[in-house]
Nanobody, 118 residues
Framework: QVQFVTSGGGLVQPGGSLRLSCAASESIFSFYGLGWFRQAPGKQRELVASDTTGGRINYADSVKGRFTISRDNAKNTVYLQMDDLVPEDTGVYYC????????????WGQGIQVTVSS
């Protein structure tokens, strides 16, 4: 299965910004789409942003207007620009491949920690 290397996380104050990057071990253009998930302490992993190679983009209501997903196919990399961060955005962020409308990859890397705190 595809492997992802995630970077760009860290500690940021409320209202700040971070940009996460996720480099894939193979061509991302071959996937139906890509997504960013996060897992907050004590909670289940949730999908926060996703795209398709056809250009359809979706966001969780909690991040709509603040997060932006984008990709660079030539670099096999997907990004998550996170602005106006709030403490509730704290968690471990993962990217994942989507193989078709109903099927996501099931191998999860280490993810990247994002902590929003003053």
């Amino acid at each position: 299965q595809v492997q992802f290397v995630t970077s760009g996380g860290g500690l940021v104050q409320p209202g700040g910004s971070l940009r996460l990057s996720c480099a894939a071990s193979e061509s991302i253009f071959s996937f139906y789409g890509l997504g960013w998930f996060r897992q907050a302490p004590g909670k289940q992993r949730e999908l926060v942003a996703s795209d398709t190679t056809g250009g359809r983009i979706n966001y969780a209501d909690s991040v709509k207007g603040r997060f932006t997903i984008s990709r660079d196919n030539a670099k096999n990399t997907v990004y998550l620009q996170m602005d106006d961060l709030v403490p509730e955005d704290t968690g471990v962020y993962y990217c994942q491949a989507r193989y078709n409308f109903a099927r996501w990859g099931d191998t999860w890397g280490q993810g990247i920690q994002v902590t929003v705190s003053s």
